[in-house]
């Protein structure tokens, strides 16, 4: 059977940590911050992790 092969836009959005967690990148990031507030721009800079659900389902598109 041949391998399966990995889901390229996942590959690029998510990223494995050796904790087993998936790291996921923040919505609104990306031009036009000045209309935001610092506290919401600060809080974005922060790691975020997707739901172990979540996870599941990106991990077998990543492999």
């Known amino acids: 059977m041949p391998k399966m092969k990995s889901v390229k836009g996942a590959v690029k959005r998510f990223s ?7 790291k996921r990148g923040t919505a609104f990031r990306s031009h036009i911050l000045t209309k935001q507030d610092a506290k919401t721009r600060r809080k974005q800079n922060t790691p975020k992790y997707l739901t172990s659900t979540d996870a599941a389902n990106v991990k077998a598109m990543i492999a």
């Not at 494995?16 to 998936?22: H, M, R």
């Open 16 to 22: 494995v940590k050796k904790s087993g967690k998936v």
